[in-house]
């Protein structure tokens, strides 16, 4: 089965908050802890922090967080070795959590990235990706994407909460905070529609698919379409589908703990003018 989604932009945060407000769901069973065990010890153990920086100057958006600059030479090292399990220790206000991830195919092989103007194609996954848990939290649920000199990370836990590390769009900073000290409001609305069929099919892709068997062919293909101010967000083709992977690493990840695999086919990046101006993403998925 192929589905067609619409990235515009903000939305792509919008799933991360999604994502934030849904993964309290599923604890009680976790295929990611089974995935985890059953791939033995991490082949390489690194720490993404380089220095501490102490700033007050998100103060009124967040009660408390932590600012650090981060160590670029972690991810040149994935990007080259591309270890198949991995341990992570990680900054957070509540002191240091360790990942334990395993390494993530998140494309499909016809995977491509195609952009309007026909200009750009990208035939490979851009970035390195993982999944797994946060060592010593039952039931937690932890994505990791590595790119050339930069990372984005989201991890749950049953009791601690959830918490988030991204680097900051004004500079090369990066900010670890928990989605509980947010003051922000996070409220949020679906304007797509649900199918009728859309229940009968999650029972079916529950019975098929599993984290520890991702066959393609039992896998959710997803087709995505950037739209032309998420391009210019971020200024080129490959940082706008860098930045698409990266994001949808953390929302497959809800599919991963309920033992549903899923992947990126294709993506359609409009660097000229799209045609989504119908003010609905509902609307422009029809």
């Known amino acids: 089965m192929k589905s067609v989604l619409r990235a515009p932009k903000g939305l792509l945060r919008a799933f991360l908050f999604i994502f934030l407000l849904a993964c309290s769901i599923g604890y009680a069973q976790n295929p990611l802890e089974r995935l985890v065990q059953e791939s033995g010890e991490a082949s390489i153990a690194l720490s993404i922090e380089n220095s501490r920086i102490n700033s007050n100057e998100f103060k009124s958006f967040i009660d408390d967080y932590v600012l650090f600059d981060y160590d670029v030479a972690a991810s040149r090292q994935i990007m080259n070795d591309h270890p198949k399990t991995l341990q992570l220790t990680v900054p957070t206000a509540r002191g240091n959590y360790n990942l334990r991830l ?31 848990i946060v060592e010593g939290e039952e039931g937690s649920i932890a994505a990791v994407s590595f790119f050339d000199g930069s990372i984005s990370i989201l991890a749950s836990m049953k009791d601690a909460g959830n918490f988030t590390i991204n680097q900051l769009e004004s500079d090369s900073r990066y900010i670890s905070y928990f989605d509980a000290d947010l003051r922000a409001d996070m409220s949020w609305q679906c304007h797509t529609e649900e199918p009728e069929e859309l229940p009968e099919f999650l029972a079916n892709a529950r019975l098929n698919n599993s984290v520890g068997n991702q066959r393609e062919g039992n896998c959710l293909r997803i087709h995505f379409e950037i739209d032309n101010d998420l391009y210019n967000n971020k200024g080129s083709v490959a940082a706008a589908a860098s930045y698409l992977e990266a994001a949808f690493n953390q929302v497959a990840l809800l599919y991963a703990a309920e033992d549903i695999s899923t992947v990126i086919s294709f993506i359609h990046v409009w660097d000229t003018e799209d045609p989504f101006r119908e003010g609905s993403s509902g609307r422009c998925c029809r």
């Open 102 to 132: 395993v390494e993530q195919k998140i494309t499909s092989p016809d995977y491509r990235v195609e952009s309007s103007s026909g200009n750009v194609t990208i035939n490979e996954q851009i970035g390195v990706h993982y999944r797994g």
